[in-house]
């Protein structure tokens, strides 16, 4: 068979794999909940067999091309680096910590979606034929930016730094990177940048997994079984407490006293009132079914041992299978995800550079690897310390864990060394989405312009001025807080919209290019007033491209029929 025949057979294979999960999410009489040694058939499906299966496939796509001596289909060191960003192994990490209705799918895409982009030829030609594609190319890649220097921010601010100067710090070592970017991509160094990412990353869960002396799949089970999460007697809401580093509104189902280790104002919500206390250390106040607390950023306080943990699943079956998975606005949320994913990867990845580096099977096990070791993290989470998202964001709360079971200096040490390997990771992302762009540029016939004029801090900072400027501009939204998976999903959403999306609809140069104007005027229209939707279009809100995506294919097709 054919190189470019065996890639299209498995680009439809790792798409069925993406479709198996959709379908056994609704599927009547939910088999996805039923257990296979306590663990549900769902995320067996989706966190284990599907994304090997897109594995297996993927070695025997490139072991055929290689066998015919043909060129692999791009830097897997690239492509892995520019896509297992921070924020992407965060929201696989919080997803499952959460149990969130469209986690299954979400990793599952989060794992195949570089693998389909890299099976596909690239299509760097029509760029050119549509001025739309590198602005919003553009515009994606600093959207990713910013979300992960969010997220950056949010786990140094959870272990007690500043927040806002830690992301304008990993801002301005992305600016150093990017500078240096052509001395660590040739040659494949920049592998070195990567490794040391994922060394930093998995360190950290590894030490966790011995001192909670459970395997990661008995953690699930455990957490699946139990009838509430609650505070553990050992945990550190309950021992020495915890200070808030942001404000919180907590909702009690039962019965409970806090206990105040600082002065600091408890505002106490009831059904028909407000109550308002000045509690000081050591004070207590005792809540009931129903109450709401809202208290301040930088309030300390501690919980009861074997209550529920407020905002927490009800119980570990809700916590593995939400009852709500069935219904039809998951599945939107779901396949939002997915698209949103799978489009966004397809557009990043559709103008790579040529061959360079190891090959797509090497690429493929790494990302594998680093869903896996996200996916513990969230497992022993919420097995080990349900309440580490309380007054943290969420996102960030998961990357406690070392400092929350570890005892003594030791966990603290191991926080600190995770917050790194996720610095560097970082760094990695930005070098490989400078490269990306360069390339998206070049292909449009914009190619960036550098100078070599004055200090070395101006010569830094001009050498590579698209990138600098998203990089600097990602830097300076981290000052207002937003949700980092919203904007992670935002960003990809729109090329997905904009550029995949019309591009399904037809070859035509025009339709893509109205398709891609339409796709981007309504994706703004929908990231700017969004809020304002019902609650029953959540989803819209969250995962804008389930409404700009199908505007964008039917303008290209509409064009497609009847303009050319």
């Known amino acids: ?27 009547p009489g939910n088999p996805g909940a039923l257990r296979l040694a306590g663990i549900s058939l769902l995320w067996w499906y989706a966190a284990l067999v599907a994304p090997l299966a897109a594995v297996l496939v993927v070695v025997a796509v490139e072991r055929g091309a290689a066998a015919e001596g043909a060129a692999p289909a791009g830097s897997a060191a690239v492509s892995v680096a520019a896509w297992a960003s921070p924020i992407v192994l965060a929201v696989v990490a919080a997803s499952v910590f959460t149990g969130a209705v469209e986690a299954p799918a979400a990793i599952l895409a989060i794992t195949v979606a570089p693998l389909i982009a890299l099976l596909v030829p690239s299509t760097r030609e029509t760029i050119r034929e549509n001025p739309v594609a590198p602005v919003a190319t553009g515009l994606s890649i600093g959207l990713i930016l910013w979300a992960n220097l969010s997220l950056l921010g949010d786990v140094a601010g959870a272990l007690g730094y500043p927040r806002r100067t830690s992301s304008l710090l990993a801002a301005a070592l992305a600016l150093v990177a990017v500078r ?26 590894a030490f966790v997994a011995p001192t909670v002396a459970v395997a990661p799949w008995n953690a699930w089970r455990d957490v699946a079984s139990r009838p509430a999460l609650t505070f553990g007697e050992r945990h550190a809401w309950v021992t020495e407490g915890r200070t808030l580093v942001m404000p919180v509104a907590l909702d009690f189902t039962e019965a409970h006293r806090v206990t105040a280790l600082a002065p600091a104002t408890f505002r106490v919500f009831e059904l028909d009132r407000l109550r308002e206390w000045q509690l000081r250390a050591g004070d207590s106040l005792s809540l009931r079914p129903g109450d709401r607390l809202v208290l301040d950023a930088g309030a300390r306080l501690k919980f009861e041992s074997g209550k529920r943990v407020p905002g927490a699943a009800a119980s570990g079956i809700t916590w593995a299978d939400p009852p709500e998975r069935g219904t039809a606005s998951t599945a939107a949320r779901a396949l939002g995800a997915v698209f949103s994913l799978v489009g966004g990867a397809l557009a990043l990845f559709r103008s790579r550079r040529a061959a360079s580096g190891e090959g797509l099977p090497t690429g493929a096990g790494l990302m594998l690897s680093l869903v896996l070791v996200a996916a513990c993290l969230g497992i022993y989470a919420a097995y080990a310390a349900p309440g580490l998202s309380i007054g943290v964001p969420p996102l960030a709360a998961v990357f406690g864990l070392p400092a929350a079971v570890v005892p003594g200096a030791a966990g603290r040490t191991l926080a600190l060394v995770g917050a790194a390997g996720l610095l560097v990771l970082f ?5 490989a989405l400078s490269d990306i762009l360069d390339a998206t540029l070049a292909g449009s016939g914009r190619r960036k312009s550098g100078f070599s004029i004055g200090s070395p801090l101006v010569r830094t900072l001009l050498s590579d001025p698209p990138t600098v400027i998203l990089v600097l501009s990602a830097g300076a939204a981290v000052v207002s807080p937003d949700d980092a998976s919203r904007i992670l999903f935002a960003g990809l959403g729109l090329t997905a919209s904009t550029i ?6 037809g070859d035509g140069r025009w ?6 104007l339409v796709g981007m005027i309504a994706f703004a229209a929908v990231a700017l007033y969004g809020r304002h939707l019902p609650g029953w279009a959540g989803a819209v809100w969250t995962y804008p491209a389930l409404a700009a995506a199908p505007l964008a294919w039917t303008a290209s097709r509409i064009i497609e029929r009847h303009g050319e």
């Not at 760094?427 to 070098?431: G, I, K, N, V, Y």
């Not at 995949?500 to 609809?505: E, G, I, N, S």
């Open 427 to 431: 760094l990695a992302t930005a070098t």
């Open 1 to 27: 068979m054919p190189t470019a025949a065996r890639r299209r057979a498995g680009v439809v294979a790792l798409l069925g794999l993406l479709a198996g999960a959709l379908l056994l999410m609704p599927a």
């Open 500 to 505: 995949v999306a019309p591009r399904l609809a």
């Open 180 to 205: 240096l970017r052509a001395d660590f991509v040739a040659g494949g160094k920049g592998l070195v940048l990567l490794y040391a990412g994922v060394l930093g990353f998995v360190v950290p869960v």
């Open 511 to 516: 339709a893509r290019l109205v398709g891609s």
